[in-house]
């Protein structure tokens, strides 16, 4: 596959002459350049907060504020979206606005220590507002812009290409910040990041999609009762996201649970450099883009259930792996790493083909609504339980109960999917007896 992607792809990037083909070019070129982001804004902000001296509280509402906001904000952003026309030239909007937030963030960086961590936080968060909007609207962009025959395998270049590049991103940025001084490193950091979000974005706004047409508003006031019915429905639907959703429940708890400490962990417990970190997440990048090639080829074998059940596995043994390093045992983290990076990847093949098989195509924005708002409940809560518990306890106690987690979710996959089997031979029985009936009474 590795070698077939260049000649399959070559006409669609040098001279892209479709729509479809246009769009992929342009999504391959908006996804490149947020592996840049996300190999230096996103991989090193946790770490600057950690210089800078922020308790694991602190570092925990990195993730734990942007949440609160967003549950307030997800169904809210669901029914905004589900009124908008151009999805792509809107949402484009949204991202152009999370980039701006690089601006104030970096001016915190000169102002004292002990304010400085809580106003980046702050920023931080509220790019969660127009972070919300952008994300509800991108899976009707993606859904739209490339035909669900082809969507698993651009994704899974998408996907490969976005941890190529993250990968080299996080060690040229994890050397620079080693090289340069104190601020001039993160400000170039934050430099690069913004050029790269900005032009990242340029591509996605190109994107071309249909208008979406509307449906008429109600003219009558409906009752409170039955917009909480409403908004409920998706649950009780009967299309599987109630399932979908309990998965990822105990899925995300395990994921989330140490996501506030594992900076503290590798600064303080560990006592790694910058220049060590990111070759860390060097190494998870590149078996990321390994996987994805992997796991895209074995999805349709394997099935999105045998394939989430795997992932669960493996990740809570890396995390197994994290409870028990120290500084001396160095290896276990950088073997932890590409368990983890391998398996990520097996996470996102899964879950992303599963939510669109789950989601009624006419009301994806409600859908991905209500999966914000559950996925960022446990967001906000759980990365703060595990920064408490890690200060009453230890970091690794909470890297185990983590893994405890997501082993429990495997099983749970693993139990549900043998429940979906038989529910789908007992339907194939069913006609089979009823035809068998007439004969057995003549």
Same mark, same amino acid.
């Given at each position: 596959?590795?070698?077939?992607? @260049?000649?399959?792809?070559?006409?669609?990037?040098?001279? @892209?002459?479709?729509?479809?083909?246009?769009?992929?070019?342009?999504?391959?070129? %908006?996804?490149?350049?947020?592996?840049?982001?996300?190999?230096?804004?996103?991989?090193?902000? @946790?770490?600057?907060?950690?210089?800078?001296?922020?308790?694991?509280?602190?570092?925990?509402?990195?993730?734990?504020?942007?949440?609160?906001?967003?549950?307030?904000?997800?169904?809210?952003?669901?029914?905004?979206?589900?009124?908008?026309?151009?999805?792509?030239?809107?949402?484009?909007?949204?991202?152009?606005?999370?980039?701006?937030?690089?601006?104030?963030?970096?001016?915190?960086?000169?102002?004292?220590?002990?304010?400085?961590?809580?106003?980046?936080?702050?920023?931080?968060?509220?790019?969660?507002?127009?972070?919300?909007?952008?994300?509800?609207?991108?899976?009707?962009?993606?859904?739209?812009?490339?035909?669900?025959?082809?969507?698993?395998?651009?994704?899974?270049?998408?996907?490969?290409?976005?941890?190529?590049?993250?990968?080299?991103?996080?060690?040229?940025?994890?050397?620079?910040?080693?090289?340069?001084?104190?601020?001039?490193?993160?400000?170039?950091?934050?430099?690069?990041? %913004?050029?790269?979000?900005?032009?990242?974005? %340029?591509?996605?706004?190109?994107?071309?999609?249909?208008?979406?047409?509307?449906? !008429?508003?109600?003219?009558?006031?409906?009752?409170?009762?039955?917009?909480?019915?409403?908004?409920?429905?998706?649950?009780?639907?009967?299309?599987? %996201?109630?399932?979908?959703?309990?998965?990822?429940?105990?899925?995300?708890?395990?994921?989330?649970?140490?996501?506030?400490?594992?900076?503290?962990?590798?600064?303080?417990?560990?006592?790694?450099?910058?220049?060590?970190?990111?070759?860390?997440?060097?190494?998870?990048?590149?078996?990321?883009?390994?996987?994805?090639?992997?796991?895209?080829?074995?999805?349709?074998?394997?099935?999105?259930?045998?394939?989430?059940?795997?992932?669960?596995?493996?990740?809570?043994?890396?995390?197994?792996?994290?409870?028990?390093?120290?500084?001396?045992?160095?290896?276990?983290?950088?073997?932890?790493?590409?368990? /983890?990076?391998?398996?990520?990847?097996?996470?996102?093949?899964?879950?992303?083909?599963?939510?669109?098989?789950?989601?009624?195509?006419? !009301?994806?924005?409600?859908?991905?609504?209500?999966?914000?708002?559950?996925?960022?409940?446990?967001?906000?809560?759980?990365?703060?339980?595990?920064?408490?518990?890690? !200060?009453?306890?230890?970091?690794?106690?909470?890297?185990?109960?983590?893994?405890?987690?997501?082993?429990?979710?495997?099983?749970?996959?693993?139990?549900?999917?043998? /429940?979906?089997?038989?529910?789908?031979?007992?339907?194939?029985?069913?006609?089979?007896?009823?035809?068998?009936?007439?004969?057995?009474?003549?």
């Amino acid at each position: 596959m590795l070698r077939n992607i @260049p000649s399959a792809l070559r006409n669609v990037i040098v001279r @892209p002459m479709t729509r479809e083909d246009r769009n992929v070019r342009r999504l391959m070129g %908006f996804t490149a350049l947020f592996g840049v982001v996300n190999g230096g804004v996103i991989t090193f902000l @946790p770490v600057l907060l950690a210089r800078l001296g922020a308790t694991a509280v602190v570092i925990s509402l990195l993730t734990s504020l942007p949440a609160l906001l967003t549950i307030g904000f997800a169904l809210p952003a669901g029914a905004i979206v589900a009124r908008w026309r151009d999805m792509t030239r809107l949402s484009a909007r949204c991202f152009y606005m999370l980039r701006l937030a690089y601006l104030p963030i970096v001016a915190a960086l000169f102002l004292d220590a002990a304010i400085a961590p809580y106003l980046i936080v702050a920023i931080w968060a509220l790019t969660s507002i127009p972070g919300t909007l952008g994300n509800t609207a991108f899976y009707d962009v993606l859904a739209e812009a490339v035909p669900p025959g082809r969507r698993a395998v651009i994704n899974g270049v998408r996907w490969a290409l976005l941890g190529m590049v993250s990968a080299g991103s996080v060690s040229f940025f994890g050397q620079l910040l080693v090289r340069l001084p104190w601020p001039a490193n993160y400000v170039t950091l934050f430099a690069i990041c %913004f050029a790269a979000g900005i032009t990242s974005t %340029f591509f996605y706004s190109r994107i071309e999609i249909p208008l979406r047409e509307l449906s !008429e508003a109600p003219t009558q006031r409906i009752p409170w009762r039955m917009r909480l019915k409403e908004l409920i429905e998706p649950l009780r639907a009967g299309t599987g %996201f109630g399932t979908f959703s309990l998965v990822t429940l105990v899925l995300r708890i395990g994921l989330f649970l140490p996501a506030g400490i594992f900076s503290v962990f590798l600064v303080r417990q560990l006592q790694v450099s910058d220049a060590w970190i990111g070759g860390r997440t060097t190494l998870e990048h590149g078996a990321l883009t390994l996987g994805y090639f992997f796991w895209g080829r074995m999805a349709n074998r394997l099935g999105h259930w045998r394939l989430l059940a795997m992932a669960a596995s493996a990740l809570g043994i890396a995390f197994l792996l994290l409870s028990g390093a120290s500084s001396s045992t160095l290896w276990l983290v950088l073997l932890a790493a590409l368990i /983890s990076g391998f398996f990520a990847s097996a996470f996102d093949v899964s879950l992303f083909e599963w939510i669109l098989e789950v989601m009624p195509a006419g !009301e994806r924005p409600r859908y991905v609504a209500m999966n914000t708002l559950l996925m960022n409940l446990v967001m906000f809560g759980v990365p703060i339980l595990g920064a408490a518990l890690a !200060e009453r306890t230890s970091i690794s106690l909470v890297l185990a109960v983590a893994a405890g987690f997501l082993f429990a979710c495997a099983l749970l996959t693993l139990l549900l999917a043998r /429940s979906q089997r038989r529910q789908a031979q007992a339907a194939v029985a069913a006609p089979q007896e009823a035809l068998t009936e007439p004969e057995q009474a003549s």
